[in-house]
């Protein structure tokens, strides 16, 4: 175990457990986006910012990253961190004007819009954090999705932007997404994402459309589990 | 139908020469490259299943890097070099007449497949300015006049 100081209160936690896991498991709350307990961390949205003291070092470090250490002194809300905090919102407040989430955010930390940051029109939602790409990698293993291009025309697509012959139509992406960038328009009978229609399956018990064919298919295959076993929706199992 | 195989079989060659190790995904696009001037679509997907990396990371790879092309390039690539010491010595005047005498706009190859004409950053030879590179041929302190000749050149080449 380890020993260290979060705004004043000391905690310990195993080593190699990172800051923010610490945090949140002693209820001091860090602002996140891209921290998703489902996938793995990138601090990309950089929200998560804390500062770090070591001896008479202070350093400011995005606390999804940054493992435990004896003897650290964090602080979450000092003015320091809040003004680094403060930064990154105007930032993504000017890639994204129309998220939501985003909004909320910057209006619990009294940020408002800058003129210096010329906001962007063609961003959408997308703040890059690539939890979309990792989690149809590393949880759904299809990897239909990823970037293409690189500064200021970096976006999350599909290969050549064409239809993914790999992607089954899940919706974890849309699921995991924390600006809701990605589309996803699910009717009775179909589900229409990155542009592919995908086909429904009904419930063989009650009927009831749940999941897309082209996904049950996929579990099927990976687990080995009978598709006529996984047409029965998770109410009537 | 003919030349996709051939494509595949090609792909297939140059991802073996490298020893069907992804850690060298960058140098077989590389020698696709050299192969086509540009990624074949077809031949990506040959890497992908080769490497047994999904065909989405390698078009991450594939549309990072400037020196990959996706579309079919000219035989000749015509690079201007918009570097400081170029623009400085009006290199924006050479990109102008190459765009006039092409008639194509910058990143685009012209109808008989001969040019494509692209603006670059520094070609490291800021001493010669400007200079363009046209099929890896430096061509050094480079004036409008002599625009016209050297494509002819090239036109004559083949």
């Given amino acids: ?237 | 139908m003919k030349k996709a195989t051939t494509t595949e079989a090609k792909t297939k060659e140059i991802v073996k020469k490298h020893g069907r190790d992804k850690s060298g995904l960058i140098a077989i696009l590389q020698d696709i490259q050299e192969e086509y001037n540009y990624l074949p679509k077809e031949a990506l997907s040959v890497v992908g299943e080769q490497l047994e990396v999904p065909i989405s990371r390698i078009y991450e790879v594939a549309t990072f890097y400037n020196t990959f092309s996706l579309n079919p390039r000219g035989r000749y690539l015509v690079e201007v070099c918009a570097g400081t010491a170029c623009h400085v010595q009006g290199a924006f005047n050479l990109k102008d007449r190459l765009q006039r005498d092409l008639e194509i706009e910058c990143g685009q190859t012209t109808k008989d497949n001969m040019f494509t004409l692209e603006e670059v950053r520094c070609l490291g030879c800021c001493s010669l300015a400007p200079v363009v590179r046209i099929g890896g041929n430096i061509h050094p302190y480079l004036t409008q006049n002599e625009i016209p000749g050297i494509l002819r050149n090239y036109r004559k080449q083949g």
């Fill in chain 1, 1 to 237: 175990m380890v020993n260290f100081i979060i705004d004043g209160k000391k905690i310990s936690a195993a080593k190699g457990t990172m800051v923010l896991e610490a945090a949140r498991a002693n209820g001091i709350d860090i602002p996140t986006l891209c921290a998703h307990e489902a996938v793995s961390r990138s601090g990309a949205c950089r929200l998560c910012v804390v500062e770090a003291k070591k001896g008479k070092r202070a350093k400011i470090v995005t606390s999804c990253l940054y493992p435990v250490e004896e003897g650290i002194i964090i602080e979450t809300k000092n003015e320091r961190v809040l003004n680094v905090r403060r930064l990154v919102l105007q930032l993504l407040l000017a890639r994204c004007p129309e998220s939501d989430v985003i909004r909320d955010l910057a209006a619990q930390l009294g940020v408002a819009p800058q003129p210096r940051f010329a906001a962007d029109k063609d961003k959408s939602k997308c703040i890059l954090c690539r939890s979309c790409v990792r989690v149809c990698e590393e949880i759904v293993g299809v990897s239909a999705i990823g970037f293409s291009c690189r500064g200021a025309d970096k976006a999350v697509s599909t290969p050549f932007n064409e239809d993914s012959a790999v992607c089954i139509g899940c919706g974890a992406c849309a699921f995991i997404c924390p600006t809701g960038h990605i589309e996803m328009e699910t009717t009775e009978e179909t589900r229409k994402i990155w542009g592919r229609t995908f086909k429904m399956k009904a419930c063989d018990v009650c009927g009831r459309y749940f999941a897309p064919e082209d996904q049950l298919k996929y579990i099927s295959k990976k687990t080995g589990v009978p598709l006529k076993e996984l047409a029965v929706c998770t109410n009537c199992r």
